[in-house]
């Protein structure tokens, strides 16, 4: 055993609406993990598979738990998996891969277009031994295309989608978003997809289901290019080209971050009855017979001078009496949080969107909830990330009933 294999750790039987899915996870970084790790939220069996050597390059990523030295990262986003090692470029570890997909419902994989095939692994070699199969394809540009070759991390899709064309102030650069906002929307498409495939295979339109499998191409630009909805049209018809505004929106007025005595405070009065009930809060009434302020596409063209009599109210107030005000007449307002916010939010307590998860490697650790909501099949949070290779002897021995001396050269062979 590797210093990483540890015996199968209790968990709770698996719940959820997928319970029963089989999912075999080639993915690795955000984009394919996040996909898997929802799956798995939902009660999939996700088996996550990783080169021995290295494992997923999210394993890498700070913070660390102090006293594992384990990345929070990785725990966040291997949660509810199983792990095993496999060295898919050798022809052992195609053999054994091919095993995994066998009894599998999806695969999901995140390389570079084209390295599947090189390692013998495609669609047809998949389907070869599971007509079945759904196999789910994320890269940076999809499957085809001139740049289809191209490394593609979220950053060059945030930049192409033209997200950070529009994002930030209009007197400033671009802005790159602080999270990978690319690989998450891509992870999320990727989850709605397996499951279209999953309908169609099993349900179909005469209701039998087709009893195939198919492929899904999922690239990260397209999927947060997408998110743009009304913008294509626009310049095709208008020759308009959305440009940085702030905080401010195109189609609505008041809409802003605005500054408090201890924080910053968000604000939306675009409906007309909420406009004119905040007018009156903020002790201009007068604003509402103003032609520029009369209606909202009015409001919208003269954000900056409506922002002139808006901000001075909050400015001399603490963000909990802002809220407060502005709030009784029926604005929609909102502190601005940072994490340590969220923590002490009554809102957040009250539905569980934070959840205490009990690990083997960082102890008693608060993680994210599972979200979306199902009221009869709900989704869990069984663990967190495991070990590298931790499910090996579970999965290849017990499973696939590899006996012991065989798992113990393949691990001298550095296959597993």
């Known amino acids: 055993m590797t210093d990483e294999d540890a015996d199968e750790s209790p968990t709770r039987p698996r719940q959820g609406p997928l319970n029963g899915l089989r999912v075999v996870?080639?993915?690795g970084m955000v984009a394919g993990g996040f996909a898997t790790m929802t799956l798995a939220d939902f009660g999939a069996d996700v088996v996550a598979v990783e080169h021995p050597d290295s494992g997923d390059p999210i394993r890498d990523w700070g913070p660390f738990d102090p006293e594992s030295g384990m990345s929070l990262w990785w725990k966040a986003l291997g949660r509810g998996k199983r792990c095993v090692t496999c060295d898919l470029s050798t022809a052992e570890g195609r053999a054994l891969a091919l095993d995994l997909v066998e009894t599998a419902d999806v695969v999901v994989e995140n390389f570079r277009p084209g390295t599947m095939e090189r390692w013998n692994l495609s669609y047809e070699d998949?389907?070869?031994?599971?007509?079945?199969?759904?196999?789910?394809?994320?890269?940076?540009?999809?499957?085809?295309?001139?740049?289809?070759?191209?490394?593609?991390?979220?950053?060059?899709?945030e930049a192409m989608s033209g997200f950070a064309h529009v994002n930030g102030f209009p007197d400033r650069e671009p802005l790159l978003p602080p999270i990978p906002l690319a690989d998450m929307a891509a992870g999320h498409y990727a989850v709605q997809a397996a499951m279209f495939a999953l309908f169609e295979r099993e349900v179909g339109p005469d209701g039998d289901g087709s009893g195939e499998g198919q492929v899904i191409d999922v690239s990260l630009y397209e999927s947060l290019f997408?998110?743009?909805?009304?913008?294509?049209?626009?310049?095709?018809?208008?020759?308009?080209?959305?440009?940085?505004?702030?905080?401010?929106?195109?189609?609505?007025a008041p809409r802003n971050v605005y500054e408090a005595t201890d924080g910053y405070v968000a604000l939306s009065a675009s409906a007309q009855s909420i406009f004119e009930n905040l007018a009156e809060t903020v002790g201009h009434p007068e604003l509402v017979e103003d032609e520029r302020f009369a209606t909202n596409d009015a409001r919208v063209e003269h954000a900056d001078e409506l922002d002139a009599y808006i901000a001075p109210y909050i400015a001399e107030r603490t963000v909990a009496e802002a809220v407060a005000d502005l709030g009784a007449g029926d604005a929609v307002v909102a502190p601005v949080y940072d994490v340590s916010d969220v923590f002490a939010d009554a809102q957040y307590a009250a539905r569980d969107t934070l959840v205490s998860v009990t690990d083997e490697d960082v102890g008693e650790i608060t993680t994210h909830g599972v979200v979306p909501r199902l009221t009869r099949?709900?989704?869990?949070?069984?663990?967190?990330?495991?070990?590298?290779?931790?499910?090996?002897?579970?999965?290849?021995?017990?499973?696939?009933?590899?006996?012991?001396?065989?798992?113990?050269?393949?691990?001298?062979q550095g296959v597993i």
């Open 226 to 252: 997408r998110m743009f909805p009304g913008d294509v049209e626009a310049y095709d018809r208008l020759g308009e080209v959305r440009e940085r505004r702030g905080n401010h929106h195109s189609n609505a």
């Open 25 to 27: 996870d080639f993915s």
């Open 126 to 157: 998949l389907r070869a031994v599971n007509e079945a199969v759904v196999m789910v394809r994320i890269s940076g540009y999809g499957q085809t295309g001139p740049r289809a070759a191209q490394p593609g991390f979220g950053t060059v899709a």
């Open 377 to 412: 099949t709900p989704g869990s949070v069984e663990r967190l990330g495991p070990r590298r290779g931790q499910h090996n002897d579970t999965v290849y021995g017990d499973e696939l009933g590899l006996e012991t001396a065989v798992l113990a050269d393949l691990r001298e």
